[in-house]
């Protein structure tokens, strides 16, 4: 089972990780209440009273929230049925960068996003655009998982794996087994490293098992050299269509999207390298300027109750409140019994070594797969 120990090791790094860095509805809500200025839920007067708000509002703007990512379909299908509130999901698969470019791109008018769901390099540059919010089960979520004010939150993890197509390549049991020829033309990320937090990671995981530290990710950048060299590194950012259109035949994604994938394409399988196993939160906040202000904070209850972080692990990932989950004997045990474990030596990128890795991928990527 995911244990204690585990979670707190993870929950430790994560911590410092993120200690990186037309008219709208925003202003008041029911009542006197301004929502754009909300921390807590007592601040409306009570659940229901923010119930009522968000209603009120009656649309919720979430971005960068694919269907069969982490089983956001069924979250913000719920939610919906739950509240009666219209959540309008924009850009399912743009990156972490491009949501805080739309929140620029779009302020002021209604169809900003409320809310943001990113990968901790982008949060390190972002937190400017984030408004504090503390749910109501704030206790619940570790003290390494959250900024104390509620700026972010973590809210779901999983392992770096990589997935591959049964049918058309050998299983990879190591990097070294990318580079041969069995494997032209077929090896992908989930987006570009200096934008989005999963081909972030992928080049962390390649650091670890190229011989390198977290503190330098140039190893990992030399290895995807090489990958791109022998032809076997294609420019295609892997979502659930292009895996399952053929396009994409080896994938470095997060084990939630790929054990996604394997459940609705068949062939396709998902194995983790023997040795360090790269992990990383990703993040809840609330966007400032959030059009709807009072759905964008009932989005967070939503998201941290149990019957949400359930669903979490119901699509393959593990939520942030899962030891209170499992202390409160909430937890969907037989979800998690499927799921199994996340154990191994697990890393994660401190906040110095994420700033410092970001700078060193802006100035060296783009050069290494030209």
């Keep these: 089972m995911f244990t204690k120990r585990t979670l707190a090791a993870v929950a430790l790094v994560a911590a410092s990780a993120i200690s990186l860095s037309g008219c709208s509805t925003t202003g008041a809500a029911a009542g006197d209440v301004d929502a754009s200025t909300a921390t807590t839920v007592e601040d409306f007067g009570g659940m229901d009273a923010l119930i009522a708000?968000?209603?009120?509002?009656?649309?919720?703007?979430?971005?960068?929230?694919?269907d069969n990512w982490a089983n956001y379909g069924e979250i913000k299908a719920l939610f919906e049925e739950k509240y009666d509130i219209v959540v309008?999901?924009?850009?399912?698969?743009?990156?972490?960068?491009?949501e805080i470019a739309a929140a620029d791109n779009l302020k002021g008018q209604d169809t900003a996003p409320d809310v943001f769901d990113l990968g901790t390099a982008v949060a390190l540059d972002s937190l400017d655009y984030f408004a504090p919010y503390m749910v109501a089960n704030w206790d619940e979520i570790p003290d390494g998982n959250k900024e104390a004010t509620g700026l972010w939150v973590n809210d779901y993890t999983g392992s770096m794996s990589i997935g591959y197509d049964s049918n058309s390549v050998p299983e990879p049991t190591s990097l070294d087994d990318l580079l041969k020829p069995e494997y032209r033309g077929a090896v992908a990320l989930n987006g570009d490293p200096t934008q989005a937090g999963a081909a972030f990671a992928a080049l962390g995981l390649a650091t670890v098992h190229s011989g390198g530290t977290l503190d330098d990710f140039t190893p990992g950048i030399e290895f995807f050299e090489k990958l791109n060299d022998a032809g076997n590194f294609i420019p295609v950012n892997v979502t659930g269509a292009t895996i399952a259109a053929g396009e994409t035949k080896v994938a470095f994604d997060w084990s939630y999207n790929n054990l996604a994938a394997a459940a609705t394409v068949d062939g396709w399988k998902v194995t983790t390298l023997p040795g360090a196993v790269y992990t990383s939160f990703y993040n809840q906040a609330i966007n400032k300027d959030a059009p709807h202000p009072a759905a964008a904070r009932l989005w967070q209850e939503f998201l941290y109750s149990p019957e949400a972080q359930n669903?979490?692990?119901?699509?393959?990932?593990?939520?942030?409140?899962?030891?209170?989950?499992?202390?409160?004997?909430?937890?969907?045990?037989?979800?998690?019994?499927?799921?199994?474990?996340?154990?191994?030596?697990?890393v994660t990128p401190t906040p110095e070594q994420a700033e410092k890795n970001a700078g060193i991928l802006a100035e060296k990527w783009a050069a290494a797969i030209s």
Excluded: R
């Design 53 to 66: 708000a968000a209603q009120a509002e009656g649309e919720l703007n979430v971005i960068a929230l694919p």
């Design 88 to 98: 309008n999901s924009a850009d399912p698969d743009v990156s972490s960068a491009e």
């Design 311 to 346: 669903l979490f692990i119901v699509g393959g990932a593990y939520p942030v409140t899962i030891q209170a989950l499992q202390d409160a004997g909430t937890v969907d045990s037989a979800a998690l019994d499927a799921l199994g474990a996340l154990e191994g030596e697990l």
